[in-house]
């Protein structure tokens, strides 16, 4: 069976079904809230119900835990810098996500083994006020054979300029809500 790679994700810090359920089905999950330590049990919920309700599903931060859930993948943040990532045995089809802002963190995703890198912030953000933008954008992109994801700042008005990147998709927090 092929491993079914979204290109689309969004971030969510709490469990809302009714969130969840307003996304599209080809959107991948990312559970990610450093304000607190996850807790198994709202794990395996959030797991159930994406499960049930055909949604890819993966846990930010934790690739022991999301590989002992058995959950679609992790997504290891540009903070974290760690390469005993590589220690774990994952199974065929697990993705391994990642975040860079710059060509140091793009290659130390590599080394980490991430099938994907998350590159930001593309647009300003209210925490970003640096933006890569296209060009800069472009150039880290060429740097790696990864599948690149925009992350930062997009919305409606400048969605239709990741036309002109190669991006294999984006993500966002606040596109979504």
């Not at 450093?34 to 890819?56: A, G, H, M, Q, S």
Request: charged share 25%; aromatic share 12%.
């Amino acid at each position: 069976m092929h491993k079914i790679i979204p290109n689309i994700f969004t971030f969510i810090s709490e469990f809302n079904k009714e969130q969840i359920l307003k996304l599209d089905q080809n959107i991948g999950i990312i559970f990610r809230n450093y304000n607190e330590i996850y807790k198994k049990d709202k794990i395996l919920k959030i797991k159930k119900f994406c499960k049930i309700n055909k949604r890819r599903f993966y846990l930010a931060n934790n690739l022991k835990l999301a590989i002992n859930l058995n959950l679609d993948g992790a997504y290891i943040p540009s903070f974290n810098n760690n390469l005993d990532v590589l220690k774990y045995n994952r199974r065929k089809n697990f993705l391994l996500l990642g975040s860079a802002h710059n060509i140091y963190e793009i290659k130390t995703k590599e080394k980490q083994g991430v099938e994907i890198i998350f590159l930001s912030p593309l647009f300003k953000t209210k925490n970003y006020k640096q933006a890569l933008k296209v060009i800069k954008f472009n150039i880290l992109a060429k740097m790696t054979k990864k599948k690149i994801v925009a992350l930062g700042g997009i919305d409606k008005k400048n969605l239709k300029n990741l036309k002109i990147t190669y991006a294999y998709g984006f993500s966002g927090i606040s596109y979504f809500k």
